[in-house]
Every structure is written in structure tokens, then in C-alpha cells.
């Protein structure tokens, strides 16, 4: 019986998680696209309980399904976008799949091979929740065009593959900025825990960009965040939680762990200096830390990445 609420790190878990085939998906990379009909689901399909933290495009060209986040639930039709990213626990279900090409993504892939201020150049990846939305037949195409020829490009063996569908995405994530949030603000999204979440990402991502940069040297706690919202520290807590699903700890920690892997692939700090810019007094106390969460050590992981 499949285990309810399942968090997700990569699409790759979370089909293994759900017994579906897995040969589409490269684990290594942060990346994947394919079309889903030659996933082979068995319609109707009904997928469990699942938090991702990763994100998430859905281009349908012809198919339909429903996704459900929390008490919302969002019908998917033809000529349809759907943008998800690491936050609610949700579920899909597939009623008829003709054409649909499903990308995920996750935070160190952008900053890679994107822009290490992805947020910066697109807040939108930080909406809570985003509605499927049925778009103009020119539109489709032009983003149609953009994500075949990333699928091209990820079917191949090329030294800078990644590179390439590192711009080619970024592409994509202006024409759809263009087209759907092109006045986007936050902080008129929706109600106030609304925009105590999304205060409390930025918040989480700026900082983190800080230490990186070595602007400041100390990690923030749980009452700096509320603090900085003139929130009590359980409050923000319990807001974290509620509205997506995730302890304001774990938020923190998947951070850290990120900005450790981002260090790690793009930088040539030593592993201490590492450890030191994200408040770990001690390179063991680091190297734990990134053994529990990723089941490598820093040592490992960027001798697997071939750095």
C-alpha cells in the first residue's frame, strides 16, 4: 500500500514511490522532460498523497486530469499550463493523456545553469498556488517550439547538454512571465498567511545569498524570520506549517542543503570554507548535516559530479 503524504526530493523518487516506469528519468541531474503518454500510465489514474521539492511545468497540448493542493482542485484541458513549485502536499489524477510534456526542475539545476538570483529574475517561482491556465493558440505554439527543442536537446549526449537546455529554459521562463505574470507582486497574492509565506521565502532565499556572498556570517533562527515580520516565533511556525505542509526547520535545512550542493558544483571553496559560510562551526558537524540529507558526503558528492 503506498505510504500517504510522501515528500518527494526529485521526480525520480517520486516514481519509484509510485511504481512507475523511471527510464525517462535521468537521477542525477535536477532535470528531466519526456511526454507523459509514453509513461504507459493505466487511466483513469489516481496518484497518492505527495509533497515535491522540486518544480514543475505541465504543457498540455491534448489530454485531461485534475490536480488537487489542499482543499483546491484544478481541472487540466487542452492548451493548458501548470506550474507547481516545492510547497503543499497535492495529488493528480489522469483521466486521458494524448500530448502532454511534463519538465521538472529543481533549485540547483536553476542556479547552475540559469542564474544563481533565479528569484530575483523570477519571483513567480515562489507562488504558493498557481491555477492551470488554458492559453491562446499562438501562445501554446511559441512555448510548444521552446520546450520541443529542449527535449531535443535532453535526448542527446553533449558535453554542454545541460548548458544549452539551461538557456533554452530560461527562455521558456520569459515568454511565460510575459504572458502570465507579467505584473506579478507577491504580496498582493492572496490572504495574510499568504504573504507571510512568501515573505518568509524571500527572506529564507536572500539570506542564504548573503552568507553565500560572505555579506553576513550568521545563520538566522527561527525568531530572526518572525522578527523580521514582527511575528512571534510560533505563529510563523505554525503558518509555515499549515499552509505548506513543511516545519519552518525543514524549510531551513533543505535550504542549507541546496546552497551546500550549488557550493559544492559551482565554486572551489574547500569543504570547510563551505561549512563556514553556512554557520557550521565545525566541517564534521557539516559533513553530517549533508550526509543525513542527501546520504552523500560533501567529499562524495562532488567527487560523483566529477569536480
Known sequence: MEQPNFSSNSLYDLYQHLNLPLQFIDPTTGFSIFNLRDVGFEL????????????SFLFVKDGQGKYKIDEHTFDVQPHSVYFTNPSNYRTFGWERIEDIFLITFDETFLKKYISPQIFEEFPFLLTETVRPRVVTDSFYEEVAAVYLLINDHYRRESAVKYKVIGHLLAVLLLKIKAYFWEDY???????????IVIAFKKMLEKHYRDLNAGT?????????YASAQQLHPNYLSNVIKIKTGKPIA?????????EAKSMLLNGHLSIKEIAYKLGFMEPAHFSTFFKKHTGSTPVQYRKEHHL
Do not use: C, H, L, M
Open 44 to 55: 483513469p489514474y489516481q496518484s497518492a498523497s505527495y509533497r515535491p521539492n522540486f518544480f
Open 185 to 195: 507582486n507577491p504580496i498582493y497574492e492572496g490572504n495574510r498567511s499568504s504573504q
Open 216 to 224: 553576513v556570517e550568521t545563520v538566522y533562527r527561527v525568531q530572526d
Open 250 to 258: 525543514t524549510w531551513i535545512a533543505e535550504k542549507s542543503t541546496a
